[in-house]
């Protein structure tokens, strides 16, 4: 749900913040006011294409900001866009700059326009009039078809069956390839076996061959130190042993007194700590032998593995897992004719149970489609359009993981006429009307929480716009509706009303927003009724449709 837009020098906009709340927000204002403006912005921050001109006069740069509070639902799908939702919240940003440059941010995160356009069909949903909605792209019937048959358990259970099938299926044509290739294959793969199983590899080898070789290399270096350390700690004429051994004899014969005595005690510690460590220095140097010989076997190993693991992996993790999948592919390749049967057996089995569960979710499907279409009818009578027939087409093709069937919504306006594509039905207000019917019904499967209509009212009016005013208010109470309008059956359904005006600041004109009171509410439905000087018939008129709505 969109909870807050800013918007900055876009237009005759200069700074502007709107608080949207639940249900129905409608936005109305004279022509030319910036209601457009506003709608563009929304789109700006939905990933639509940026243009400089939409800088405001005089300003180098143009920001649109939007906070969304979303639901889990939501939340899980946008993580696996990448984005991360905070507490439930999603703050999307949009800078554009007078170069053309446009910056998108997600969370603070810069996202591509492409994330950021998969991400906003998530959140909102914008329909106006040229509108080329999902509900018109029949890519997305099947999906809505199935969100509202919530057959979530049958098509869970299709998708397994399918995919075990698939798999089968690659591994049977693996060993159903001609005589040749199955030849080669085998060739390659017991060359590359061989290769990684002679080698014989450990886990974790090449980190001890590195850390063996910097001691080998090191030997030299290491010898003279650890000389050198136990002469000054123990074995030199002058040695720190000796010297703190002599110390702390000396303090010791101080008696009597209680600091004396600590200090002895520390210098007895400090006598035992270094003759621990002669001890630990001289354990340095044990078991280590400058090799050249060894040096070149470490070596020699080192550029083997380093081989292997180009080949097969960067790593030896991944070197013996790719020597377990090429013996199993070789295992079965040898015995090709017997795996073949059993594999086609196992096929066939597979291929049954999927078709099974193919046709277990079309009939979901088809009885949905019954249910959806009777229901989208219905609506669009509610809209006074009672003559026109929806149907919801599902044909058989090949299973794919979707499913066995292709979904189209269809549509015929007129009685008498023949059922054509919804994406072919472009009629101005029937069109609008056909939307609204089909987004009451399909709300719940649409995970978008925020609806925009952009005069989905226009080449409407008297009863037709009333009943729109009124289906749009019912799905206020799903989603959260905004409206850009200029009927008063609109306006006056609206749990908030939004008035959108120009006005002069200083020098320079600007685009204001108001959130009108119950009489602020009365004075601009009189105006769309009659105009900018509103008649005391048209204010107690406009009084009248408030109450009553």
């Keep these: 749900m969109l909870t807050n837009l800013e918007i900055n020098n876009i237009a005759l906009i200069d700074r502007l913040s709107i608080g949207i709340d639940n249900g129905m927000t409608v936005l109305t204002g004279e022509t030319g006011a910036g209601k457009s403006i506003i709608i563009d912005s929304v789109n700006l921050i939905l990933g639509a294409r940026a243009s400089k001109g939409l800088i405001r006069y005089g300003e180098d740069k143009a920001r649109v900001q939007a906070l969304f509070d979303v639901s889990d639902t939501v939340a899980e799908r946008l993580l696996e866009l990448g984005v991360e939702v905070e507490d439930g919240q999603v703050a999307v940003l949009r800078d554009i700059t007078a170069d053309g440059r446009s910056v998108c941010r997600i969370n603070g995160m810069i996202v591509t326009q492409s994330v950021l356009r998969d991400a906003a069909e998530l959140l909102v949903n914008i329909h106006g009039q040229q509108d080329n909605q999902s ?36 591994r049977l044509d693996k060993l159903n390839c001609s005589e040749r290739e199955r030849a080669e294959r085998v060739d390659l793969l017991r060359y590359q076996t061989e290769e990684v199983a002679a080698a014989d590899l450990a886990v974790g080898e090449d980190d001890e061959l590195y850390e063996e070789r910097a001691v080998i290399q090191n030997a030299e270096s290491l010898m003279t130190a650890v000389a050198e350390a136990t002469a000054l700690l123990y074995d ?26 600590r200090c002895a005690e520390k210098l007895f ?197 009333q009943k729109i005013a009124k289906k749009l208010k019912k799905l206020g109470e799903k989603k959260q509706v905004i409206c850009v309008s200029h009927q008063p059956q609109l306006a006056v359904c609206a749990s908030k009303h939004l008035l959108i005006k120009k006005g002069i600041n200083g020098e320079r004109t600007t685009t204001n927003v108001t959130e009108l009171d119950y009489d602020g509410r009365i004075a601009e439905v009189a105006r769309i009724i009659d105009g900018a000087n509103p008649s005391e018939a048209a204010l107690a008129h406009a009084k009248a449709m408030i109450d009553n709505a």
């Design 236 to 261: 030199g004429e002058v040695n720190a042993y000796e010297l703190s051994s002599r110390a702390a004899n000396v303090i010791s014969k101080i008696d009597g007194i209680s600091v004396a005595e």
């Design 135 to 170: 509900l018109l792209n029949p890519k997305y019937h099947l999906s809505y078809l199935d969100s509202f048959a919530d057959n979530d358990a049958e098509l869970s259970a299709y998708k397994n069956a399918y995919d075990e099938c698939k798999t089968i299926k690659e």
């Design 269 to 465: 510690d400090i006598k035992y700590a270094i003759e621990d460590a002669v001890g630990e220095v001289r354990e340095l140097a044990d078991g280590v032998d400058f090799s050249p010989q060894r040096l070149d076997e470490i070596e020699e190993r080192l550029d083997l593995i380093g081989k292997l693991k180009r080949k097969y992996g960067g790593s030896i993790e991944a070197v013996l897992e790719y020597l377990e999948k090429a013996s199993a592919e070789l295992e079965e390749l040898d015995m090709s004719e017997e795996n073949a049967e059993k594999l086609t057996a196992e096929y066939e089995k597979a291929l049954s149970e999927m078709t099974k569960r193919a046709a277990a979710l079309t009939k979901t499907r088809e009885s949905a489609a019954k249910v959806l279409s009777a229901e989208i009818e219905k609506a669009l009578s509610e809209l006074d359009m009672p003559k026109v027939r929806f149907a919801v087409e599902i044909k058989p093709c090949d299973c794919i993981r979707s499913g066995a069937d292709v979904v189209e919504f269809m549509i015929c306006p007129n009685v008498g006429e023949e059922l054509k594509p919804l994406a072919k039905f472009a009629s101005g207000g029937e069109l609008s009307r056909v939307m609204l019917a089909m987004k009451s019904i399909l709300a719940d499967a649409d995970d978008a929480e925020t609806l925009i209509f952009d005069e989905i009212d226009t080449g409407v009016s008297g009863s037709a716009a």
